[in-house]
């Protein structure tokens, strides 16, 4: 069993739309990631988190220590918000990593 | 203020070979932490260094990889004899603080990655 579990591991969207990706994990966390990955890209850090919730432009990130879940919301989404979206935890030294949800806006 | 940078991007290496793959942390980052992508897997944590200091490399392979990061210059990661198996997106992450600091922003940032192909 994975430390990170996301998802949907798929979701394809219209523009526009409302999107939720979900992360659930296992370990006893310092700090919650949310990544961004474009294909065949970088991975660009969008949030990090420890509790309570963030927000940056149409992102919205939050997290629950007590269920340890955590969700990153699109609002308005757009064909640009297309990429592989990774929930990371930090444990003590370690990085672990959900396996990433593959997100597709149409237009 | 440029980021993580990694170099090269694309490394092409003929099994045997050494691949020596190159991390500039962000500056004022002196905490640096290597990932393996392989195909079609999730980012996996390898190794986390501080200057001159190997802090935690229990998900390094024991064999043929080693890691490391000088007082001056970028963190190198070596995979000497490389096999097909190795071919993946090798990633680095830099930070000012140390892991547990909880709600400090601790400035963690990703490079672009390299990408390994072994043939």
């Known amino acids: 069993k994975n430390e990170v579990e996301q998802s949907p591991q798929n979701l394809t969207a219209q523009e526009g739309e409302f999107i939720t990706i979900n992360c659930s994990y296992s370990?006893?966390?310092?700090?919650l990631h949310w990544l961004q990955q474009h294909p065949g890209g970088g991975i660009v850090s969008l949030f990090m988190?420890?509790?309570g919730k963030k927000k940056h432009g149409r992102l919205i990130a939050t997290i629950n220590i007590q269920e340890k879940h955590s969700s990153l919301h699109i609002t308005a989404s757009h064909p640009r918000d297309s990429a592989v979206y990774i929930c990371?935890?930090?444990?003590?030294?370690?990085?672990?990593f959900g396996t990433g949800t593959s997100l597709t806006v149409i237009p | 203020n440029a980021g993580v940078m990694q170099n090269p991007r694309h490394l092409v290496r003929r099994r045997g070979q050494e691949a020596r793959l190159r991390c500039s942390p962000m500056?004022?980052?002196?905490?640096v932490y290597w990932y393996r992508q392989l195909p079609e897997e999730g980012l996996k944590f390898m190794v986390y260094?501080?200057?001159?200091?190997?802090?935690?490399e229990s998900g390094m392979p024991k064999e043929r990889f080693s890691a490391e990061f000088p007082k001056e210059g970028p963190s190198i990661l070596r995979i000497q004899q490389v096999v097909r198996g190795d071919s993946a997106a090798y990633f680095c992450?830099?930070?000012?603080?140390?892991?547990?600091?909880?709600?400090?922003?601790?400035?963690?940032?990703f490079g672009s990655g390299t990408r390994l192909t072994v043939v």
């Open positions: 988190l420890s509790s």
């Open positions: 992450a830099s930070s000012r603080y140390h892991a547990g600091n909880g709600a400090r922003d601790y400035g963690y940032t």
């Open positions: 370990v006893g966390i310092s700090a």
């Open positions: 500056k004022g980052h002196s905490h």
């Open positions: 990371a935890v930090r444990a003590g030294n370690q990085f672990y």
């Open positions: 260094l501080q200057k001159e200091n190997i802090i935690d």
